[in-house]
Nanobody, 121 residues
Framework: QVQVVESGGGLVQAGGSLRLSCVASGTIFSISAMGWYRQAPGKQRELVAMFTSGGITNYGDSVKGRFTISGPNDRNTGYLQMNSLKPEDTAVYYC???????????????WGQGTQVTVSS
């Protein structure tokens, strides 16, 4: 019984900024990694950014220098700060959490429902 919920999407003009939130709730022992992916119509899902518990971050080539991932914090909330947005960033953004429900169970990946980001030119 784990739930991952994204929020913060919306409509923004090119050059603007948005901050997405990802909240993991339920029975959680630890979160090993939290990442953001996006999918535009007619395209495959692609990696946007990933944060691991060791503090390592990874970004897709198209967003390097513009997006910043943080978290998850003590409230199991992570963020994706998106700056200098371009129309090409328009997509549904999904949060993914890799977590354990207990110390004796394996890690499992959970997906959020997605939040729409639309960037106008």
């Amino acid at each position: 019984q784990v739930q991952v919920v994204e929020s913060g999407g919306g409509l923004v003009q090119a050059g603007g900024s948005l901050r997405l939130s990802c909240v993991a709730s339920g029975t959680i022992f630890s979160i090993s990694a939290m990442g953001w992916y996006r999918q535009a119509p007619g395209k495959q899902r692609e990696l946007v950014a990933m944060f691991t518990s060791g503090g390592i971050t990874n970004y897709g080539d198209s967003v390097k220098g513009r997006f910043t991932i943080s978290g998850p914090n003590d409230r199991n909330t992570g963020y994706l700060q998106m700056n200098s947005l371009k129309p090409e960033d328009t997509a549904v953004y999904y949060c993914n959490a890799l977590l354990r429900k207990s110390v004796s169970t394996p890690r499992y990946s959970y997906w959020g429902q997605g939040t729409q980001v639309t960037v106008s030119s």
